[in-house]
């Protein structure tokens, strides 16, 4: 035999022993799967108008807040510049404004946090757009401040409103949600001066809320700043 089949020979014999034996293999892991979206059907609404809060000259901005069952959906919208708390103005299909840019109608206001001192307590909360699940005490309540997504406001014929869509926050958890009844409107614009501070130009604003939430709201004005900014 020669040298050149001899080579052949073990190569063959290498490989047939490799082929036959027997491999360890890992398995690749599974494919990642997230928590399945949730599906919110809330049973209250109501639209806080704000006029052009900050001045923008460009949008008026409304708060709507989706309630029911101990949670809570507020998504912060700026609609066209009309400077009236008229409803129709409502109606449209929105997407998240993005970061560093102009208020634009047709766009909702990322959440974030906010924090300011009443009386010598510093009370933090959310504004803008986010969720919120309350426990029946108080505690153990969840907030997730919402980032990314789409709302659709529409009036019916019968002049209720169905609004719906599908917001994802800070969580990272896609809640899908709908409504359809009516929409009580919060009109901020006419707010009697006398319920402002003539010291810093804030005020505090209580609201109305359906009783199955157990939170308080609180609204201030400075200078256009503590809502958008």
Do not use: H
């Amino acid at each position: 035999m020669t040298v050149r089949k001899t080579l052949c020979f073990l190569v063959a014999s290498v490989l047939l022993a490799v082929g036959c034996g027997k491999i360890n293999q890992v398995d690749p892991p599974p494919p990642y799967v997230g928590p399945e979206a949730q599906t919110i059907e809330f049973t209250a609404a109501e639209a806080v108008y704000y006029g052009d809060d900050g001045a923008t000259e460009e949008s008026d901005m409304w708060n709507v807040r989706l309630s029911g069952n101990g949670e809570m959906l507020q998504i912060s919208l700026n609609t066209v510049l009309a400077k009236e708390a008229d409803v129709d103005y409502l109606e449209g299909f929105y997407t998240a404004r993005p970061e560093d840019e102009e208020y634009s109608p047709d766009t909702f206001n990322q959440g974030y946090m906010f924090s300011i001192e009443i009386s010598d307590e510093v009370i933090e909360g959310p504004a803008m757009s986010y969720y919120a699940e309350y426990s029946q005490d108080g505690d153990d309540s969840v907030i997730d401040l919402l980032r990314e997504g789409y709302v659709t406001v529409d009036i019916n014929s019968d002049g209720t409103f169905t609004i719906e869509g599908t917001m994802v926050g800070e969580m990272f958890l896609k809640r899908n949600f709908t409504y359809t009844g009516n929409l009580e409107v919060i009109d901020l614009t006419k707010v009697s001066s006398e319920t402002k501070s003539s010291n810093d130009c804030r005020y505090e604003i209580n609201y109305e809320i359906p009783s199955d939430i157990m939170r308080f709201d609180l609204g201030v004005y400075k200078a256009g700043e503590c809502f958008r900014k």
